[in-house]
Nanobody, 121 residues
Framework: VQLQASGGGLVQAGGSLRLSCAAS????????MGWYRQTPGKERELVAT???????NYADSVRGRFAISRDNAANTAWLQMNNLKPEDTAVYYC????????????????WGQGTLVTVSS
């Protein structure tokens, strides 16, 4: 199972970006998809997650500004980031867990490559 993340870039404070994350490969089902971020010298932190049933969870620092959504049929999730702040600057990583289908149904938990988001003041 692989994750392909895209959508990072440079934006001014107050602007918006939309990240996408697509899971592909030997997938039986995807449970939770989420976004995490990391800056140099700091641990990776939760940004937002979404379950297959639609339940979402957000870090306090982004609640009300970011929105996570997904298309279960396409195994794809998006993170809409609005009113971006310089402190949102980080490498954003996509994560997904679920079950693989071959040769037998087993769990997976994978990370995508990071995508850099830079917010200028």
């Amino acid at each position: 199972v692989q994750l392909q993340a895209s959508g990072g870039g440079l934006v001014q404070a107050g602007g918006s970006l939309r990240l996408s994350c697509a899971a592909s490969g030997n997938i039986f089902s995807v449970n939770v998809m989420g976004w995490y971020r990391q800056t140099p010298g700091k641990e990776r932190e939760l940004v937002a997650t979404i379950r297959s049933g639609g339940a979402t969870n957000y870090a306090d620092s982004v609640r009300g500004r970011f929105a996570i959504s997904r298309d279960n049929a396409a195994n794809t999730a998006w993170l809409q980031m609005n009113n971006l702040k310089p402190e949102d600057t980080a490498v954003y990583y996509c994560n997904a867990d679920g079950f693989k289908k071959l040769p037998i149904i087993t769990e997976f938990d994978v990370w995508g490559q990071g995508t850099l988001v830079t917010v200028s003041s």
